[in-house]
């Protein structure tokens, strides 16, 4: 079982800037792929932004320039720094862990986000 922490989200104006973290509960943190998600008030999750154990990244084409994910394995930590905000990216935010061999997969309880003037 892996324990996934939130945090960093807030309420920011348009054009601002966010970071968030995500940490986790378990000494094996660089085998998994972590992944950022998010759930804007009356529609689907969707996927912002994932990055492999060795830091490969990809990202949502809505996000792209403007967000950055990366990883910290000495941490257990993910980030994700999001720049140029705008008040569609409002959402709870969410971070993921999944060990694609097993297909096993991890939810943190998520962060809200909330850009607006």
């Known amino acids: 079982q892996v324990q996934l922490v939130e945090s960093g989200g807030g309420l920011v104006q348009p054009g601002g800037s966010l970071r968030l973290s995500c940490a986790a509960s378990?000494?094996?943190?660089?085998?998994?792929?972590m992944g950022w998600y998010r759930q804007a008030p009356g529609k689907q999750r969707e996927l912002v932004a994932t990055i492999t154990g060795i830091g490969s990244p990809m990202y949502a084409d809505s996000v792209k320039g403007r967000f950055t994910i990366s990883r910290d394995n000495a941490k257990n930590t993910v980030y994700l720094q999001m720049n140029s905000l705008k008040p569609e990216d409002t959402a709870v935010y969410y971070c993921?862990?999944?060990?694609?061999?097993?297909?096993?997969?991890?939810w943190g309880k998520g962060t809200l986000v909330t850009v607006s003037s």
């Open positions: 993921r862990a999944d060990f694609a061999p097993t297909g096993m997969n991890y």
């Open positions: 378990t000494s094996a943190f660089s085998i998994y792929t």
